[in-house]
């Protein structure tokens, strides 16, 4: 592809396939809309297998009922999928308190996302921070902090936010733009930086990725550590194969 100048890249660029289950199956949100969502497998533990397959490492879950309802929802499905594959997987979705963390690290779960009660009790994160691996999830609506499974918007930038976590102990800060969620309209480049460069932490870019050159763009940056992958994949937008091979080697 001739627009990819490997020079140009960092060295590497985690990415992380991702599954969100609502109702026990694989789907798709379009802006974060519950009643958009597009139903793409009954069995998500399959999915998982086929990304471990194509040579992913990670997988990005969210639990969409339970960010919603502020506690697990879909439980059976993650145990299933952890049952199944051998991917890293950091999860997230209605985590509130210290006892559905432990939960779900003595599950199998590799990291933890902490998103709405970021918001609320940001000492709580940095207290779990310090115990467990967490990662923090800023969803974004116009520059403001949304919260609730998107459901409100919060009165806080989410640079502020961000700026919360610096040097809390917090392994990586997942941002997305919530107006690019599954519109397959590009990745929010500026907004990805801006919340890298206020926290210093490694950040995720998530809401929007199209294809491949999404990616190349966010990497020739050199300050993204991370890219979440969701409707691009499900459409066949992007070929995860080659990704692999320009990102992470």
């Known amino acids: 592809m001739a627009y990819l100048d490997i020079t140009l890249l960092r060295k590497e660029m985690d990415l992380y396939p991702a599954i969100d289950l609502k109702d026990g199956q694989a789907v798709r949100l379009t802006k974060g809309l519950m009643d958009s969502a597009k139903i793409y497998s009954d069995e998500p533990w399959q ?3 086929r990304f471990e397959e194509l040579g992913s490492k ?6 969409l009922n339970g960010a919603f ?3 697990p929802k879909n439980l059976e499905q993650i145990k299933k999928i952890r049952q199944n594959c051998n991917l890293k997987m950091e999860l997230g979705g209605g985590i509130r ?12 779960i590799d990291r933890i996302i902490l998103g709405s009660i970021a ?3 940001p000492q709580f994160v940095r207290d779990m921070a310090a115990k467990y691996p967490i990662a923090v999830g800023i969803d974004a609506i116009d520059g403001f902090v949304a919260v609730e499974g998107w459901g409100e918007v919060s009165t806080m930038k989410a640079t502020d936010l961000a700026r919360e976590f610096a040097n809390a102990g917090v392994e990586a800060i997942i941002c997305t733009d919530v107006g690019r969620d599954g519109t397959l309209s590009g990745v929010n480049v500026d907004f ?3 919340i890298a460069k206020s926290s210093g932490i490694d950040t995720i870019a998530s809401g929007g990725v199209k294809d491949l050159e999404d990616l190349v763009k966010l990497q020739t940056t050199q300050k993204v550590a991370g890219a979440i992958i969701g409707k691009a994949f499900y459409e066949g937008k992007l070929d995860l194969s080659e990704a692999f091979k320009v990102c992470t080697n």
Do not use: M, N, Q, S
């Open 47 to 49: 999915v998982a297998k």
């Open 58 to 63: 990670w997988l990005h879950l969210v639990d």
């Open 69 to 71: 309802a502020g506690e």
């Open 97 to 108: 308190d210290e006892a559905t963390i432990k939960r779900y690290l003595d599950l199998g």
């Open 119 to 121: 918001v609320k009790d």
């Open 192 to 194: 990805t930086l801006d």
